[in-house]
């Protein structure tokens, strides 16, 4: 058993080392331009253990993919977003900020490089699902039209992140957080107010 935890602290060490490295590369460039030589070189192994651990640097990007969603959302839980009587785009902007802060290139590198658009479809799904499942029995719409107010305002919001990270201006956090909200309780109080006028006709 001991020499399976030495093994078992071993592969984590390299995984850990591999995902540090390409860490480092996604600042410096593309995700296309990042080869599996240089990363190698970075973690200060040879080609043969990465390929121990990974098949393609795909499954990289993938697992870093994970650890982000992993940490969005256990943050997001302790701060009682998920919880069922609230929807606070308050707590989903501080947590995004709070994650952004930790390491601020590699997220603005996340937010804004086409490569890596796993982070902003993250965050519009977390925002769709959690919408959807605290305002569906407040709404007189079909499931259909609420999975499109969803996409809408789960897209919108992700696209206000995107644009205020690249491009902040004089909005802090908090700025950005009070118009989103605006933006989503203007945009939900409209269709709660249309009813029945704008589900479709059946025909």
């Given at each position: 058993?001991?020499?399976?935890?030495?093994?078992?602290?071993?592969?984590?060490?390299?995984?850990?080392?591999?995902?540090s490295?390409?860490?480092?590369?996604?600042?410096?460039?593309?995700?296309?331009?990042?080869t599996?030589?240089?990363?190698?070189?970075?973690a200060?192994?040879?080609?043969?253990?990465?390929?121990?651990?990974?098949?393609?640097?795909?499954?990289?990007?993938?697992?870093?993919?994970?650890?982000?969603?992993?940490l969005?959302?256990?943050?997001?839980?302790?701060?009682?977003?998920?919880?069922?009587?609230?929807f606070?785009i308050?707590?989903?902007?501080?947590?995004?900020?709070?994650?952004?802060?930790?390491n601020?290139?590699l997220?603005k590198?996340?937010?804004?490089?086409?490569?890596?658009?796993?982070?902003?479809?993250?965050?519009?799904?977390?925002?769709?699902?959690?919408?959807?499942?605290?305002?569906?029995?407040?709404?007189?719409v079909?499931?259909?039209?609420?999975?499109?107010i969803?996409?809408?305002?789960?897209?919108?919001?992700?696209?206000?992140?995107?644009?205020?990270?690249?491009?902040?201006?004089?909005?802090?956090?908090?700025?950005?957080a009070?118009?989103?909200?605006?933006?989503?309780?203007?945009?939900?109080?409209?269709?709660?107010d249309?009813?029945?006028?704008?589900?479709?006709?059946?025909k």
């Open positions: 058993m001991k020499n399976l935890d030495k093994f078992d602290r071993r592969v984590e060490k390299t995984r850990n080392a591999i995902i490295a390409f860490k480092d590369m996604i600042i410096e460039k593309e995700f296309k331009q990042i599996i030589k240089e990363l190698a070189e970075r200060n192994i040879n080609r043969k253990t990465f390929y121990l651990h990974y098949e393609s640097m795909e499954e990289i990007l993938f697992d870093l993919s994970i650890e982000i969603s992993d969005l959302f256990e943050t997001l839980n302790k701060k009682g977003y998920f919880a069922p009587d609230s606070d308050n707590i989903l902007i501080s947590t995004i900020e709070e994650t952004i802060n930790t601020y290139e997220t590198k996340l937010v804004s490089a086409s490569s890596y658009r796993f982070f902003s479809r993250n965050i519009k799904d977390i925002v769709k699902d959690s919408f959807i499942r605290k305002i569906k029995s407040k709404v007189k079909s499931e259909y039209n609420m999975n499109l969803g996409d809408y305002i789960g897209s919108g919001i992700a696209k206000i992140l995107k644009d205020w990270f690249e491009n902040p201006g004089d909005m802090t956090a908090s700025d950005i009070v118009f989103a909200s605006t933006l989503i309780y203007g945009g939900v109080r409209g269709v709660i249309a009813g029945d006028k704008i589900e479709g006709s059946g």
